[in-house]
């Protein structure tokens, strides 16, 4: 089955320090990776996504970067965290179903910087 | 730039009528609609989709409507029940690329 892992759930970091957030696919291969952000009242915006291994399009400037070190693994990460960080981040894929498009989104890291 | 537009930040309903939430776009690539329920916390729970080459899909007590000439789509709940309470969102794509997700509606259903 197709499933899709992200890690940790929560995080609680001080200012200007780095950050690392991992996502894993297992039961596909090859599929389109993303990572969206749900800032706090706020609707859930595209910041990374990727079409292969090292293939990474940012969709907003930011403090962020992403990296794509293995076909089902996708990461997040930041060198210095800013307050503006904190946010709901969620990791998605997407494949080519009968019909359409499957997309599937993890169960979220909810990120506070302090 | 919002692609994706969900104008209504709120909606209450009672239990047991329809529910209707709505979605407009302003891409006319985007070819696959996809309605998203969310709880606080967790990840977006797929709904309902629908492509550009049909105007209604129906599952169960949920329907999505397509009106492409308009740019618009609708989200149907019938009958809506206390456990549909949550943040729904509306999303598209163009050719299977990214999701534009809109602001979304946080519905309340009322017993």
């Known amino acids: 089955s197709q499933t899709i892992h992200q890690w940790p759930a929560t995080l609680v970091q001080p200012v200007g320090s780095p950050l690392s957030l991992e996502c894993t696919v297992e039961?596909?291969?090859?599929?389109?990776l993303y990572w969206y952000r749900q800032a706090a009242g706020r609707g859930l915006q595209l910041l990374f996504y990727s079409v292969g291994i090292g293939q990474i399009s940012s969709e907003v400037p930011q403090n962020l970067s992403a990296s794509r070190p293995q076909d089902r693994q996708f990461i997040l990460s930041s060198k210095k965290l800013l307050l503006s960080d904190s946010g709901f981040y969620l990791c998605?894929?997407?494949?080519?179903?009968?019909?359409?498009?499957?997309?599937?989104f993890g169960s979220g890291t909810r990120l506070t910087v302090v | 730039d919002q692609q994706v537009k969900q104008n209504s930040p709120s909606l209450s309903v009672q239990e047991g009528r329809i529910s209707i939430l709505n979605c407009d776009y302003t891409n006319s690539m985007f070819d696959y609609f996809l309605w998203y329920k969310k709880y606080p916390a967790e990840g977006p729970t797929f709904l309902i989709s629908i492509s550009s080459i049909k105007d209604k899909n129906e599952d169960g007590r949920f329907t999505v409507f397509l009106n492409k000439s308009a740019k618009h789509l609708s989200l149907h709940i019938v009958p809506s029940q206390p456990g549909d309470s949550a943040v729904y969102f509306c999303?598209?794509?163009?050719?299977?690329?990214?999701?534009?997700f809109g602001a979304g509606t946080i519905l309340r259903v009322k017993s």
């Open positions: 999303a598209a794509s163009a050719y299977g690329n990214k999701l534009v």
């Open positions: 998605a894929w997407s494949v080519r179903r009968q019909g359409g498009y499957g997309y599937t």
């Open positions: 039961g596909t291969s090859n599929p389109n």
